[in-house]
């Protein structure tokens, strides 16, 4: 007989289920999260910090965001990279792994490095993506990213020095692998004809991933410029969220680089987190094809409203790129994209576009508590504007996420390296079963 998984399906939906009473019984903290939805203590890290709210006499008072990159405000980091008119990525990348700014000199050195170290291994492109392409880039990253461990002499030496080469050798690659997975996927599945280009060691990593995805390589110096700062803000966000916490939680076991990499993929992927940019942009074709006006404040309102009560889009009752687990006032990385967006809105011939947005980041806060009848502060997060910048670059949706985990893979890199130097126990968590306990019953008595 052949077994139909539509035949089991119910029982496991209802031996699956657990009564939400007893998360408070036990005083369980749901998604490691506390009853004021501020997240659970559990580790200590000095790569990153996430700063969104204050706390006075035990209560939470929202504050304007603020993101730190080793101890430094990230938008500093960002405001000199503009004044010098230089690219970021790359300084960035060192100051996460190595604690410290560095000199020019070591910077040119690290950047030499990263360029040196783009291209695959010997027959990898052949062998491990275009012989086996994928539907999904990120599935194909993290596919890729294991089979590197079969091409390291020494995989299996986690101690810092060989783990941060590995880490070096991985952030070098990673645009490369999305950017050859990108195109198998385009020629095997869409049938679309094969580009492949060989990285450029010379450029930027922004600069080096345009010229990968374009068939002919061309870009302005503006699109190099947003797609950095894109990079240097989804670098890292410190240690708790998903996918570093992931990281985290793998190195912990003792496992190697590429398996705890891989991990923060298939994290990085969900929509939830990472993937999160591709659900604003549905969202967001949905509204503009049901919004008629889109300069009506009261329209746009309306709309807003039949998406949170569940009647608009896909039902999840969500504003998709508002609201985050941190951020109260403002995420500082949605501040500094919206400013760049607004200009390259203006080359683009985008800024009725650009408006709509603008529009839905001041009405959100208002309808999000109205309807929800809530007190909860609410702001616009960086998903909201990166899949319009993205959009605006005219990178396709598929590289959406992949292009989070290029620029990502930085922070992971840098936890690891923590949580092998000082980690020293494996993360473990405890779940209380509520299970009642039952008597075994023979095979010839159920």
């Known amino acids: 007989m052949t077994t139909n998984v539509r035949d089991y399906i119910k029982e496991v939906t209802a031996n699956d289920q657990i009564n939400a009473e007893l998360y408070d019984k036990y005083n369980v903290k749901r998604g490691l999260r506390n009853a004021d939805g501020s997240g659970v203590l559990v580790g200590l890290t000095c790569v990153g910090e996430v700063h969104g709210y204050i706390t006075n006499e035990e209560e939470r008072i929202a504050i304007d965001g603020k993101l730190f990159y080793r101890g430094i405000d990230v938008e500093e980091i960002v405001a000199a990279a503009i004044k010098e008119k230089r690219f970021a990525f790359e300084e960035t990348a060192y100051l996460l792994l190595f604690g410290k700014l560095p000199t020019q000199e070591r910077l040119n050195k690290f950047t030499a490095f990263l360029g040196k170290n783009r291209k695959l291994p ?16 990120m599935n194909k990253l993290s596919r890729s990213i294991l089979t590197l461990y079969s091409y390291d002499e020494n995989p299996e030496d986690h101690s810092p020095e060989n783990v941060l080469k590995q880490c070096i050798e991985l952030i070098a690659r990673f ?4 950017a050859y997975a990108y195109f198998a996927k385009k020629y095997y599945f869409d049938n679309q004809s094969l580009v492949i280009h060989r990285p450029l060691a010379e450029m930027s990593t922004a600069e080096n991933f345009l010229a990968l995805i374009r068939p002919d390589q061309k870009f302005t110096r503006l699109e190099a410029e947003i797609l950095d700062l894109l990079l240097v803000l989804h670098a890292e966000h410190g240690g708790g969220n998903n996918s570093t916490f992931t990281v985290h939680t793998v190195s912990s076991a003792d496992t190697d680089t590429y398996s705890a990499i891989a991990a923060g993929i298939g994290s990085l992927k969900g929509y939830k987190h990472g993937g999160a940019n591709v659900k604003v942009m549905g969202m967001m074709n949905d509204l503009k ?27 999840a009752g969500l504003i998709y790129g508002q609201g985050h687990a941190v951020y109260t006032k403002s995420d500082p990385r949605a501040v500094l994209l919206r400013d760049k967006a607004s200009v390259l809105a203006v080359e683009k011939g985008l800024m009725d576009e650009f408006n709509l947005y603008r529009l839905i980041e001041t009405l959100a806060p208002t309808v999000f508590k109205r309807v929800k009848e809530s007190d909860k502060d609410i702001c616009t997060n960086v998903d909201f504007y990166s899949g319009f910048v993205y959009k605006m670059l005219n990178i396709p949706s598929e590289l959406y996420t992949p292009i989070f985990a290029v620029s990502r893979v930085v922070g ?11 980690g020293n126990r494996i993360i473990r968590p405890a779940y209380k079963c509520v299970h009642k306990h039952e008597a075994y019953a023979a095979l010839s008595e159920r």
Not at 122 to 137: E, G, L, T, V
Not at 175 to 178: L, N, S
Not at 412 to 422: F, G, K, S, T
Request: net charge negative; charged share 35%.
């Open 412 to 422: 992971w890199c840098a936890h690891r390296l923590e949580e092998i130097v000082c």
């Open 289 to 315: 094809q049901n919004v008629k006006k889109w300069d009506d404040e009261v329209e746009v309102e309306a709309y807003l409203e039949k998406i949170l009560k569940g009647q608009a889009f896909d039902s």
């Open 122 to 137: 010997r027959y990898f492109r052949k062998d491990s993506i275009m012989s086996a392409p994928s539907h999904d880039i």
């Open 175 to 178: 645009p490369t692998i999305v």
